[in-house]
């Protein structure tokens, strides 16, 4: 067994990342994909189920916070579908887009990220 002076920290997150972009540099067809995916779609909320599903102010309490959100989510894909468009203009592979939008994603306020699920490992 390895002393635990001998064992690496994880590079889980970072490993991930790096395959993620090692595959979009690799495979043009999976990068114009993750650029669809990533960059040129609209962020959806994410919440939790009320526990009772008849519980009409948590329902409009969820509906309140989406609303709110949709209209950041709206601002943050025109941003988002700037960076894509100016980027395949200027000849930019869709390898370097999709590394452009994640780097994006991940300088969004914390707080958005958190509501629409950006907190995975390809954000670390």
Same mark, same amino acid.
Not at 17 to 44: I, S
Not at 63 to 77: K, L, R, S, T
Not at 81 to 95: I, P
């Given at each position: ?16 990342? *790096?395959? %993620?972009?090692? !595959?979009?540099?690799? &495979? +043009? ?6 650029? #669809?995916?990533?960059?040129? @779609?609209? *962020?959806? %909320?994410?919440? !939790?189920?009320?526990? &009772? +599903? ?6 409009? #309490?969820?509906?309140?916070? @989406? ?5 950041? !989510? ?51």
């Amino acid at each position: 067994l390895a002393s635990v002076s001998e064992v690496q920290p994880s590079t889980a997150s970072a490993g991930f990342k *790096d395959r %993620m972009f090692t !595959a979009v540099e690799n &495979d +043009p067809d999976f990068a114009k994909e993750m650029v #669809d995916d990533f960059g040129l @779609q609209t *962020d959806q %909320m994410v919440f !939790a189920l009320p526990a &009772d +599903p008849k519980d009409e102010q948590a329902w409009a #309490d969820i509906n309140q916070q @989406q609303e709110a959100f949709n209209q950041q !989510a709206e601002a943050v894909h025109s941003q988002r579908t700037t960076l894509c468009n100016t980027m395949r203009a200027q000849g930019s592979s869709d390898a370097d887009i999709f590394k452009a939008v994640i780097s994006f994603n991940q300088n969004l306020p914390m707080s958005y990220r958190s509501q629409c699920g950006m907190t995975g490992e390809l954000y670390s």
